[in-house]
C-alpha cells in the first residue's frame, strides 16, 4: 500500500464517495444457497473460472471447461466440478489444500450475465463421483466438491462493454507459442508447438 500517494484510495468510505452506495434492492441478490435460476445456468455452463488463494493469500486463477452441463449440482448447496488432463502444475488444488476459499463465475455463450459462487472447497476421489462426472468416455481424474455459502448473478455490463458475444468485433483467430514462450529456439519452439497441437487433439 503506497500511502505518500494522494490518489491511492484506503477506505470505504472513499470508494463509497467515488462509485457511490449499492441500490437497496442490490444486496437482495445475495444468496445464501442455489436457486432455480442458479441451478439452470450451472447446468446450461460450459465453463467456468475458479479463484484460489494459499494460505500467504497468494492468488490463482484457473478456467475449467467441457460440453455444458459438466458441473454436477447435487444440491442447492453442493457441487461437484471434475478435473480432467492438464499442465500438473496444480496450483489451485495445492491453494485448496491449504485453504479451502474458493469464488467460481460461471459462464453461458451469449448471455451478458454470469453467475458467482462463493463457497469451500475439498478434493475428492470417491469413484462413484469421478464415474459420474465423464468426458470423452473417462472419469473424472478428481473433483472439488464446493459447498455453497453465496451466490448471486453478475450484470452483463462488462460482456456488454467487451463485445465479447459479438463474432464481428473478433479478432483473427490466434494461438499462443508456448514454445517461444519458454525461450526456445526457433527449431525447438516449433516442436515444441506441434507437441501442445497435439496434446491438445489426444489428451482432452
Known amino acids: ?87 500438473r502444475l496444480m496450483f489451485g488444488f495445492r491453494n485448496i489444500l491449504v485453504n479451502p476459499h474458493v469464488g467460481l463465475i460461471f459462464m453461458v455463450p451469449n448471455t451478458d450475465e454470469t453467475l458467482r459462487v462463493n463457497g469451500v472447497a475439498e478434493l475428492t476421489t470417491d469413484p462413484a463421483i469421478l464415474e459420474r462426472l465423464p468426458a470423452r468416455g473417462a472419469p473424472a481424474l478428481l473433483a472439488i466438491r464446493v459447498t455453497v455459502r453465496e451466490c448471486f448473478f453478475h450484470c452483463g455490463k462488462a460482456f456488454i462493454r467487451s463485445a465479447l458475444w459479438k463474432p464481428e468485433s473478433w479478432p483473427a483467430r490466434g494461438r499462443v507459442s508456448f514454445g517461444k514462450y519458454i525461450g526456445t529456439g526457433e527449431a525447438i519452439a516449433r516442436q515444441v508447438d506441434r507437441a501442445v497441437e497435439q496434446d491438445y487433439k489426444a489428451n482432452l
Not at 37 to 51: H, N
Not at 66 to 71: E, I, L
Request: aromatic share 2%; glycine share 6%; with cysteine.
Open 1 to 87: 500500500m503506497n500511502n505518500a500517494d494522494p490518489h491511492c484510495i484506503t477506505t470505504v468510505e472513499q470508494l463509497n464517495a467515488l462509485l457511490g452506495v449499492p441500490n437497496a434492492m442490490t444486496p437482495k441478490k445475495l444468496l445464501a444457497r442455489l436457486d432455480d435460476q442458479a441451478i439452470d445456468f450451472i447446468r446450461r455452463s460450459p465453463l467456468l473460472v475458479i479463484g484460489t488463494a494459499d494460505a500467504d493469500g497468494n492468488q490463482d486463477v484457473s478456467p475449467k471447461g467441457d460440453p455444458a452441463g459438466f458441473v454436477a449440482v447435487e444440491n442447492d448447496i453442493t457441487l461437484l466440478i471434475p478435473e480432467r488432463k492438464g499442465n
